[in-house]
């Protein structure tokens, strides 16, 4: 293990931040294997997916899209957590952001790399998956730009690439500190990605202008990323998908369960790493707050979506209206409807029970209902098409559900060790605020 | 060279012995060698032929192209190629088909190329219904048969289609020769001698009972009539009315459905008969068939102002019988009737008490009367297939398949007095013998004089002077033109009653399956039903009301059980079901038909009559496994859930 | 691309002929290489059936009528399934052919889930067919891999059959010399194929008639498969 | 994709069997006696596909002729054992191509056959010259003015 030298690390919270990173408990160790043999297993799944056809999933006509969408749905909306939410946050010059950033940034970029993987997943021949993006060949043949599938494309590449340099920016400083006061491959590795960072005056300056444009440009992208996934629906003539609040509804449904998954992360490491001292109840109040908010919006938007096409009655969507409200998915969207209003309007919303754990579990309530919310907006729609001699019920088979399970975990699994490499809590971030409080006091 | 090329010359080189571990069967190079005089890759060749799946007898055209499959010859396993019949088409110049096709004549070179044909003479090794057999020679099979026949001419039953043709003809003089009895059927096809109807031309039609649109005579003849009927003629619209037990494919083409009880159909035409004479119909007729008086006078009615009645029954002697009172024969639009026949065809008959069985390719008595051969001695099959007669069977000597056969067919529903005809024009797949053939080696070896009938031969009278057999065929059949018989008029009509039991089971033919000699093709199976759009199964059909009282819903399983049998079967709730009539289509319920068709579902013939229906109990069974494949569960326009 | 040529194929079904017999699905089944079902793959909706015959029972006993009407790909000139497709697998050809490209297809299933008539299907497994069962395969056709999207291609090997035909000859197609396998079987004659660019065809004039309607016209597809309601 | 990998270890390996083939048939020698492609390849200027010649074909010539070569010998020894050459094919497409390549119109618009199978009027043994694939189709419909609708030929 890479040592310290004793004396450099006078500050005591340094000491608290980069002990995850030098000590490795026997508890992490049985996590992460236990996180590796689902994954592990979800790769199996994939594996004979690809070897026997995609056939092995449930997927039938007319349901050709299922869980395998919902999922790259639900994760490109859990990427909002972080870069938005940071980005907005950073951009506000909102304090109280400073030891949330960075655990919200990777969240972000992982949960990017875990969602783009599903339109990969879902393809009849995903080894063909490159004839989706833009290379020339001498058959002049090009991909579609007309489809939306070709925007999803180019806009998560754009928003992946982003928001890693989004993340990589403010781990510079830390890094190079890192880089100081380790040895070994460790030392190699911080040094290399610390770019030769000094800690000049010059290059705080530059810093802080990058990540102020990046900010900006992250937040347009990620508004426009969530907006082109629901336009792959909206763009269709599919009863109750042909929708004109889709992009905002995707948006703001994507918000949502991107702080849920913060408020969780963070959660579980303020309780892990024992960091109360920096993720405080200030922060989970605030982020609660945020949180409740977007459950509001979230409701105006369902109770917009589904009025209008009540009140319509318009026969092909009300045979997928009243699939989901009082038909066979009754049960599914009821549920959703607790998990993503009921919990969190009672929770957050009374003062008194707002509390680090209430926030929890409503935000895990959230997760549960947005991913249900996405289930229920793709699975009616196709089961329910416009000729209904057409129509045709859907369950998955273990394939898809191993490799649903198996995204969840390899999440943590990135996570945890991105923690193990790197601070989880921006640190220099938090040295300027401590310095900027005491100098006011 | 690229990786397909090298693909090929890797498989051809190896045999295919490292090639097929990287998945690339479907890239591997067949024999290049194709014999120029044999067949010219991607070229089409077209030859007649004679569709054999239902006893209408079309006349069809088929495609002949190359193909490849894998041939085993001296233990060594190698790609060939060769011609094979690609797809059947009907021959325009068949008076019957007159160039289209039904679905089950789609089908049938799917019987061609099965994989699972008998392919050589089989002897039966382990005990009877255990369907355990070994392939022996033809001289050992032929040989057996002898043995079995010899001195029991008179216990002999000759098992074979109820139609006037080469085959029925040889099978005919085969039984004198040997001394046996005449044969007999036991399928459930219309028999030959059906009056003709000018569907086409008549203005207002009265349908009772019979499915001509589906199964009953020939549909693609009647079909082909429709169309005409209804948007054939400029500004004439034919209009339909169906009176049928159930809402059949025919039915349901209907402008008007006339719901009658099953068995009554001879008492409706009775009531109609009546009113068409200007007397009151019997109450008891309309008690029977369940149709109040007044909508009786007003279709009586219509048919009487109409310029072109036409009544169309199952029935054939109530047809003519109103048919007669409308003075509707041989005229435009009315009935004509039969032509003179060039046999006789073999009429139904018992197997229970038969010794010595002998049963032709596509007669079934192990499936179309379950437990029939319980009693009997010995089973000699010819069936290119193993189904629950010949896996019952001590020989099966498989004939060929009707596409690989010389064969002559006189069609029973034809405008002129014609005659199919067939020739081999793709070398047998198998070891197979056509059943005459197997015959004369069989009267041969009991030096018995006999000779088969051919195709010629029986066709013969039918020429015309200077027309050649060559010419006949070429175009796969002969027409005359020939004056048709009398009609046998009846004077009135001996109506008898009609049972009536709360919940009575009707069977009916199935539009994919017929009498179930199509369940063995795969394309069949998995035709939807035309009313439950069931597919690989066949469900009983509930009215909502009986089965809401049942507590039964659609994909349920429920037990069928009569005093006869039991079954357990999927319920299809049919929308236009008559309450209290139940109904299931026979196909499904094959103990032995090949891959596609053994074992699945249930055969309803074990719990009813084909002829009569019977009164049956029903009960949901809870907890039952098993799915009711549907290719469209829903079969309303609306969701029960759609709309405020 | 867009520009058209001479020929627009088109078809009109007469729902007035139409038994629903369907004659014209197994006819389809051999002419096309479909692949085979199975009851496991049936019942999960699998089965691909370029032409069905759909049903539906309106009113309640005794007052119950039930309708037929046989679906196939609409060849859509304003069709959904082409601008969503990401890789042009499936597109508008001059001819208003809705073609689909089969080695093109990445399987993303798009189109069918765009495709307001559910005609589309997916090759979910490799296709296999017992021996000898693939010496009725149709050589004009393709044998579709698993992965990719079919669906009823008007029968364009019969298509490009004539026309070659046509050209080697120096003629035009003739009216009704082109039938696709669903047509050539109809007993009741419901379906007739041919060019809309003729006016003369028997489909155009089918197409002009009073009973004539489009299945969906409402969605602004504008198929070329024409309905003739069933009436006088 | 397991085809892809497979397809690619195994060209690299395999690069000299490509002309293995049974009997060394010298294209050169035949045509300069006379004969022309389809005499024997008969069918691509009528048809959808060219054809490979029967045994018997051979044997209509070297059933006299140089019946003591070594080559015609192994030629002489199929025919007598009445079993095909089992020729090793040069051209042709892979399955997943879904390429419905027609021969007659291609003679119609007079390409040559050396266009696509380059000249084997000199070459003794036959090689895979010209690349078949899907750039070297496309290359030649633009330059002739060919179809390029994808339906021209994949169907």
Redesign the interface.
Known sequence: MAAISEPVVANAARAQLWRPLLHTSARYRMVVALLAAVTLWGLFAWGYQLKTGIGVAGIRRPVFWAIYLVNFVFWIGISHAGTLISAILRLTDAGWRKPVTRAAEAITVFALMIGGMFPIIHLGRAWLFYWLFPYPTERLLWPNFRSPLLWDVTAISTYLTGSTIYLFLPLIPDVAALARHTTGWRRRVYRALSVGWTGSDREWHALEFAMKLMAGIILAVAVSVHTVVAWDFSMSIAPMWHSSIFGPYFVAGAIFSGIAALLIAMAVIRRTLHLEAYLTEHHFNNLSKLLLLMSLLWFYFTVAENLTAWYGNEPKEMAVFGARVRGPFAPYFWAMVICNFVVPFVLLGIRRLRTIRTATIASVCVLIGMWLERYLIIVPTLSYGRLAATWGKYAPTWVEISISAATFTTMALLYLIFAKLFPIIAIWEFETEVMEVSSVS | ??????????S??SAGAAAT????K??A?A??????HEI????EQWHVAVCRECAAGCGVIARV??????VERNGQKFRER?A???????NPLDPV?G?????????A??G????DRVRGPLKRTGARGEAKFAPVAWDEAIAGVVDKLKGRASDVLFLTAPEVSARTASIARFVQAIGAPAARTCSLQQPAGLPRYDLARARYVLGVGADF??TWAS??YY??Q??EF??GRP?V?GHFVQADSR?S??A??ADE?V?IQPGSERAFLAAIGAVLRGENPKQEWLDACGVTEKRVRRIAEELKQSEAPLVIAADTEAALYVNGLLGNFNKPGGVFGVYASLGSAPQKGDVRGARVLLVDAGENPAYLAPGSLANVETIISFSPFLDDTAAQADWILPDHHALESDMAIEQPVSPKRSVAVGTAFVKP?YDTRAVEQTLADVAKKMSVAYAPVTPEEFAKPLLAEGESWEDVVRRGGVQADAQAGELKVPQALQVQPVERSPLVLQTYLS?QYYDGRAANL???Q???D??S?A???LPVEI??KTASSLQIASGDRVGVESERGAIEVFAYVH?????GVVSMAIGEGHAHFT?YASG?GANPLTVADAEKPMRVKISRIAGARG???Q?????????????? | MSERTKHRWAMAIDLDRCTGCQACVAACHAENNLPLSDPESAAKGRAVHWIRVDRYYEGEFPEVKVKHMPVLCQQCDEAPCEPVCPVYATYQNAEGLNVQVYNRCVGTRYCGNNCPYSVRFFNWFDPVWPEPLQLQHNPDVSIRMGGVMEKCTFCIQRIKRAENDAKDEKRDVADGEIQPACAQSCPAEAMVFGDLNDPESKVSRMAGSGRSTRLLEELGTKPKVFYLQRGA | MFRCLAGLLIVCAAGAMCAEQPVAFPHDKHIKLGLACIDCHIGADLRDRATIPSVQKCMLCHAKLLRNDAEVKKVIGYADKGIEIPWVRVYGFSTDAHVKFRHEPHYRAGIACATCHGDVAKMSVAEPVVKHDMGTCLTCHRQRNGPQDCAACHY
């Not at chain 2, 060279?1 to 890797?10: A, E, H, P, T």
């Not at chain 2, 024999?31 to 120029?36: A, Q, Y």
């Open positions: 060279m690229d990786r397909r090329n090298f693909f090929k010359i890797l051809t080189v571990s990287c998945g690339t479907r890239d190079l024999p290049l060698l194709v014999p120029e010219v890759p991607g070229v192209m190359e193909g490849e499959r894998t060769v094979a019949i690609k797809k059947l088409e009907g088909s160039g289209r096709l039904c679905a089950r004549g789609q089908a070179v799917q061609l190329y099965h994989p649109l589906g549909p693609v079909m082909r429709y169309g209804r948007q500004g619209r809402m494919l025919t349901s083409n459905w719901p797949l539009t795969p394309w069949m998995e035709l939807p035309p009313a759009s597919m690989w199964d009215d909502p929308p236009a079901a008559i309450p891959r699945r799915e009711l494949a290719f469209s569960p829903q079969d309303r326009e609306q969701g029960p859930w759609g709309g405020r």
